[in-house]
């Protein structure tokens, strides 16, 4: 599931509510976590219509995305907002991390962070 997002974020122009609910589910956000793709998009819809908070918006703002680093693992953190480029190392992890290119930092921060989130499963 994660690699497939990851691909798609990849892909992607821009971030989207849509896209956060995908963030959202692949992380076991609360309530989107074993819903099918198109419930937990309908689900974010919703709370947004109702004013309700759900996953913030982790694919279009830097702040937000910030917020999928893993909580259990100190990590080590890059961005050259310019660029499009994050570099997210959890400590104590094999994984060496990688530059991730995306069209905008906060996407690049949610591959980064999903790519982290893996290696210390």
């Given amino acids: 599931m994660t690699d497939t997002l990851i691909e798609r974020l990849d892909a992607t122009t ?8 995908l963030v959202g589910k692949a992380i076991g956000y609360a309530g989107l976590g074993d819903v099918s793709d198109e419930r937990a998009v309908k689900a974010v819809a919703y709370a947004d219509a109702e004013n309700i908070l759900t996953i913030g918006e982790v694919t279009t703002s830097i702040d937000a995305a910030l917020t999928l680093m ?3 693992h100190s990590c080590w953190i890059k ?3 310019e660029r499009g480029l994050a570099m997210v190392v959890p400590e104590g992890t094999k994984w060496l991390g990688s530059k ?15 790519k982290a989130r893996e290696s210390i499963k």
């Fill in 70 to 72: 893993p909580e259990e």
């Fill in 100 to 114: 991730i290119h995306a069209p905008t930092p906060a996407l690049a921060l949610c591959i980064a962070a999903l």
């Fill in 14 to 21: 821009e971030g989207s509510r849509e896209l956060d609910a």
């Fill in 79 to 81: 961005i050259v907002v």
